[in-house]
């Protein structure tokens, strides 16, 4: 299994009558590494988890999981994993528990011991027939017959929708514990505060493509720290730098976002100014993510350069 | 009284909702229904044009027990009694559009969820069901009046006209307040519908049981059901317009127990609480098999049962009918044309097996498009996620399509030939010869769940409709393709054309192989096209 991708897919196009849903993905999660798949919603998250299970079919492109074709080799694959869907409907006449042994046995097996303690941790009841669950509960029911299975490869679908933040913490918690024990983890999301916290690695898409991917360190390269800082004098010349966006000047305050390579200049550049006070943010994902979004480029706006002073 | 008409508030809206849902689907009841007799007014003009004839068609038919099933007793040979003594029957399908007219837009809207989505909108609690009742009381309505309008329009006396169009739409309002009463009390659509069914189906029978064998009109049963209140206001007769307002008691108090009920009951529940089940699964429950015997048990269980009742009491009341033929004197040719009295009983168990059959089929649809409402529900989502293949779990509920109308049939058959043969004391010649003209029927059904099964393989999204349509045109085709004098080649569309009617029919293997050949024909290109598509 080492070195090789749980999944590899590259250029996945697939079309609903007129809608291109996915318009040539590319996404590979490595072995035993909990990979983030950031989007909002309608950017085609669930229609490429869909692709993977083979529930559908993909118009063209390569895709490949745990080593199989995910279409042709559907039964069997699907042995090797646990799916979390990212609506979660149940048999009202069955009862969560029931359902949990019912997937779990479909699935080919589920840890008896594993299943206790996950609906002690989420504080589920199983004896409730699913007609009585609210929607976290019935997400809980998937989650725990998920996590319960001994499947190589997780697949979930925005599970954390319709949590409670203790329940959300109970859930990272049990992603942590998968990574440790060396589990695949593909966790969709537009939760950023959970893929920052849980993911090495992160699929940024969006209308269906790729348009970001690589470890968070790597991601955090590609976006702006905010910097604040309080100078001796009104600073003179800061527009002009490099990487320099959003500048706030305001007397002798100023407020921008820099991009990373452009963060020495805008330093050096300050000094001189006397600086009385300084801080900084990283970037968070939600930049990140805010600059992945936001249609047309951010430069392009004027609306963004409002407020600059001169 | 201001009180009440606050929890009916946004009752407008709502009634537009449910029109504009229902744009194509209530029309074509409607339109269909009620002009279906003045058709069938037009066919007896045809085919008897003289009073004389009328009379000595009536005289013959009323006293076999076929038709005294299917029909009940004549009130007066008129043209406008003999069209009213034939569509008897036919007034059971107002009653179904009825009810699931109501049950759709009450529970199982309920059920969906949607209700709670328009609940928190600035309408009353009573406002859905009053919509929906309203919708439903203005469909039967307007199914009245065209049907009378027709029927006066093509001739027929104005009151007796009057009073068809009325005990018609008052049989629909009857079956849609009990329908609401009973979509208030249970938790599931399903169940609401089942129950509803069953009401109407019981509702029939006694009529059924109130004529056959009885010589001088119905007995004393007639008067337990709607059915029979129709008869014994002798329509195009001396009307008993008094009869009317049995029918409005039926309905002020189904509706009454109906508006006690929303108002007092949470959302989504239903009479009985919820109890809690077993926190673990059995060992049942383990693969698509065990989980769509799980969803499906109840339905077929309390299908088995109706069918056994309905053919005990069919079987237990020929031998009586037949008994009443027999000693006529003045019938002795018909006797003799109909092959004496084995020749009347295979005749009756033949018509009365058909009509059976048009049900099992309805179960039968029913069950098979279970796979449809689990793929949109969602459902079938983690079953197949799981090591399933696509194969396994379709073929898990077509089983009981395909097997679910055996143990239907087979329990009618067995029941039937049982009380039959008891009533006359010849068990072992009984019995075998009606479970037969049942089984007999189980081909054509098959062939009807291929053509739900092939839909759903290759158009999912036409399976509802198309495959419930089939079985419509089936059973217009069936009860009513013989008296609009449609073609042979038309009639010979449903597979239930080509069913023997045992054991008057020698050769009779050839049609249900080649129906059966049909049905697996039209089953493997469901599989083999779900094969190939996308799953919702």
């Known amino acids: 299994?080492?070195?090789?991708?749980?999944?590899?897919?590259?250029?996945?196009?697939?079309?609903?009558?007129?809608?291109?849903?996915?318009?040539?993905?590319?996404?590979?999660?490595r072995s035993s590494e909990v990979h983030g798949f950031l989007g909002p919603n309608g950017a085609g998250k669930s229609t490429t988890l869909r692709v993977l299970l083979g529930l559908i079919r993909k118009d063209s492109g390569e895709a490949r999981m745990l080593g199989g074709d995910p279409w042709r080799d559907a039964v069997a694959l699907h042995r090797r994993l646990a799916y979390v869907p990212g609506d979660v409907t149940l048999w009202p006449g069955l009862t969560g528990g029931e359902v949990i042994d019912l997937l779990g046995r479909m699935r080919g097996g589920l840890d008896k011991g594993r299943r206790a303690e996950l609906l002690e941790r989420f504080e589920l009841d199983p004896s409730k027939k699913s007609r009585t669950y609210s929607k976290g509960n019935r997400q809980k029911v998937a989650l725990v017959a998920a996590l319960a299975s001994d499947a190589e490869l997780?697949?979930?679908?925005?599970?954390?929708?319709?949590?409670?933040?203790l329940m959300e913490a109970a859930f990272r918690a049990c992603v942590e514990e998968e990574r440790n024990s060396g589990r695949t983890v593909l966790l969709s999301s537009h939760i950023l505060s959970e893929v920052e916290a849980l993911c090495d690695r992160v699929t940024i898409i969006r209308d269906g493509r790729a348009v970001e991917s690589g470890t968070l360190a790597d991601l955090r390269h590609l976006t702006r720290t905010s910097v604040a800082a309080e100078l001796g004098r009104a600073p003179v010349g800061l527009a002009e730098l490099p990487g320099v966006h959003d500048l706030h000047v305001d007397g002798r305050r100023v407020r921008c976002q820099v991009d990373a390579a452009g963060l020495d200049g805008l330093l050096a550049h300050l000094m001189p100014f006397g600086v009385r006070s300084l801080t900084s943010q990283p970037p968070t994902l939600e930049d990140l993510f805010l600059r992945h979004?936001?249609?047309?480029?951010?430069?392009?706006?004027?609306?963004?350069?409002?407020?600059v002073t001169r | 009284m201001k009180a009440f008409a606050g929890t009916l508030a946004g009752t407008g809206p709502l009634v537009r909702l449910i029109l504009r849902r229902d744009r194509v689907v209530l029309p074509l009841w409607v339109l269909v229904l009620a002009l279906l007799p003045v058709a069938i007014?037009?066919?007896?003009?045809?085919?008897?044009?003289?009073?004389?004839?009328?009379?000595?068609?009536?005289?013959?038919?009323?006293?076999?027990?076929?038709?005294?099933?299917?029909?009940?007793?004549?009130?007066?040979?008129?043209?406008g009694a003999i069209t009213a003594w034939r569509l008897g029957g036919t007034v059971l399908f107002v009653g179904l559009a009825s009810l699931l007219t109501v049950v759709r837009h009450t529970r199982a809207e309920e059920e969906a969820g949607r209700r709670e989505l328009l609940g928190a909108t600035a309408l009353g609690r009573q406002a859905p069901l009053f919509a929906a009742l309203l919708v439903t009381f203005g469909a039967d309505l307007a199914l009245g009046v065209i049907a009378a309008a027709s029927l006066v329009a093509y001739g027929l006396p104005v009151w007796g006209s009057v009073a068809f169009g009325l005990s018609w739409a008052l049989f629909g309002w009857a079956f849609a307040a009990i329908a609401a009463a009973v979509a208030e009390a249970t938790e599931g659509a399903r169940t609401a519908r089942g129950i509803s069914i069953a009401v109407l189906g019981l509702s029939l029978v006694l009529r059924m049981a109130g004529d056959v064998g009885k010589e001088d009109g119905?007995?004393?049963?007639?008067?337990?059901?709607?059915?029979?209140?129709?008869?014994?206001?002798?329509?195009?007769?001396?009307?008993?317009?008094?009869?009317?307002?049995?029918?409005?008691?039926?309905?002020?108090?189904?509706?009454?127990?109906?508006?006690?009920?929303?108002?007092?009951?949470?959302?989504?529940?239903?009479?009985l609480p919820t109890r809690p089940g077993r926190a673990a699964a059995g060992r049942w429950l383990r693969g698509p098999l065990g989980l769509a015997w799980r969803l499906q048990r109840g339905s077929l269980v309390a299908w088995t049962l109706g069918f056994a009742a309905l053919g005990g009491v069919l079987g237990g009341i020929a031998e009586g009918g037949i008994e009443v033929i027999r000693d006529n004197p003045k019938l002795e040719v018909v006797v003799q044309r109909l092959g004496g009295s084995s020749g009347i009983a295979d005749t009756y168990f033949a018509a009365i097996m058909g009509l059976l059959?048009?049900?099992?089929?309805?179960?039968?649809?029913?069950?098979?498009?279970?796979?449809?409402?689990?793929?949109?529900?969602?459902?079938?989502?983690?079953?197949?996620?799981?090591s399933v293949s696509r194969q396994r779990w379709t073929a898990s509920h077509l089983a009981f399509a395909i097997l679910g109308p055996a143990v239907l049939?087979?329990?009618?058959?067995?029941?039937?030939?049982?009380?039959?043969?008891?009533?006359?004391?010849?068990?072992?010649?009984?019995?075998?010869?009606?479970?037969?003209?049942?089984?007999?029927?189980?081909?054509?059904?098959?062939?009807l769940v291929g053509v739900s099964a092939a839909l759903f393989g290759l158009l999912p999204q036409l399976v509802a409709s198309v495959g419930w349509a089939a079985l419509a045109g089936c059973v217009m085709l069936e009860e009513f393709g013989r008296p609009l004098q449609l073609s042979k080649r038309i009639l010979d569309l449903s597979p239930f054309a080509h069913v023997p009617k045992l054991p008057a029919d020698d050769v009779f293997a050839a049609p249900l192989v080649w129906l059966t050949m049909i049905a697996a024909a039209l089953i493997a290109t469901g599989l083999l096209g779900l094969r190939r598509r996308d799953v919702l």
Not at chain 1, 293 to 307: D, F, L, Q, S, W
Not at chain 2, 51 to 75: K, M, N
Not at chain 2, 358 to 376: F, H, M, N, P, Q
Not at chain 2, 427 to 434: M, R
């Open chain 1, 293 to 307: 979004y936001e249609t047309g480029e951010p430069e392009a706006r004027p609306a963004r350069r409002m407020g």
């Open chain 2, 409 to 447: 049939l087979g329990a009618a058959g067995i029941a039937a030939g049982l009380a039959y043969g008891l009533s006359k004391g010849d068990v072992g010649g009984a019995l075998p010869s009606v479970l037969a003209q049942a089984m007999v029927q189980l081909p054509a059904v098959w062939v």
């Open chain 1, 154 to 165: 997780l697949l979930l679908d925005e599970p954390t929708s319709g949590l409670d933040p």
């Open chain 2, 41 to 79: 007014a037009n066919t007896m003009k045809d085919l008897y044009p003289t009073a004389a004839e009328r009379q000595s068609y009536i005289d013959i038919v009323t006293s076999t027990p076929t038709f005294l099933a299917l029909y009940g007793h004549a009130f007066g040979h008129s043209l």
């Open chain 2, 357 to 386: 059959g048009l049900v099992a089929a309805g179960y039968a649809i029913g069950a098979a498009l279970r796979l449809k409402s689990e793929e949109t529900s969602g459902r079938a989502e983690p079953v197949l996620a799981a």
């Open chain 1, 1 to 29: 299994m080492n070195g090789e991708n749980a999944v590899a897919a590259s250029g996945l196009v697939k079309t609903f009558g007129k809608t291109r849903a996915l318009d040539g993905l590319d996404l590979s999660v």
């Open chain 2, 218 to 271: 119905p007995s004393w049963i007639s008067w337990l059901t709607p059915f029979g209140w129709i008869q014994h206001i002798h329509l195009y007769g001396d009307q008993g317009w008094w009869i009317f307002v049995l029918f409005a008691g039926v309905v002020a108090a189904f509706v009454a127990t109906a508006l006690a009920l929303s108002a007092r009951r949470d959302l989504g529940s239903g009479l």
